[in-house]
């Protein structure tokens, strides 16, 4: 077995539902307990497996196919608040605009009024028009 680069020194690491055990990966008491008043059953099945098999939290890239409601939006609000405490910047990408307005609201709330991180959002409404085309 090859040893891992140390940046994913954690990966070993195995997380029960409860969000305190997120901890060990360096993730800040008032984020864990502002997830904990959010999800108080703590992670599902999906979002351990994204954490102890797809190692979100260990400087993966992992893709997540999953139904609604499966809880997807959460493994990527992981892997961005992991991001961010790094001193890096996350992107949500999101296929609506009403779906951009909605997790812009919740976004700036939890994460800007709450934490202090600076919620941005961009709904591609401009329109470009190439160089010569006709009005």
Not at 9 to 25: E, G, H, I, R, W
Not at 30 to 39: E, H, K, M, N, Q
Not at 92 to 97: D, H, R, S, T, V
Request: a positive charge.
């Amino acid at each position: 077995m090859k040893a891992r680069p140390a940046r994913w020194a954690n990966s070993s690491l195995q997380v029960t539902p409860d969000l305190q055990d997120l901890a060990a990966y360096g993730i800040s008491q008032p984020v864990i307990d502002l997830w904990s008043a959010r999800f108080p059953n703590g992670l599902n099945d999906l979002q351990l497996a994204a954490v102890n098999d797809g190692r979100v939290l260990s400087g993966e890239s992992l893709l997540v196919i999953a139904p609604t409601s499966a809880g997807k939006t959460f493994i990527g609000e992981l892997a961005a608040i992991k991001a961010t405490q790094r001193g890096q910047k996350a992107v949500f990408l999101l296929p609506y605009k009403a779906l951009v307005n909605e997790k812009y609201d919740e976004f700036s709330e939890l994460y800007g009024e709450k934490l202090g991180l600076r919620v941005a959002r961009c709904s591609g409404d401009i329109k470009i028009r190439p160089p010569h085309s006709q009005r």
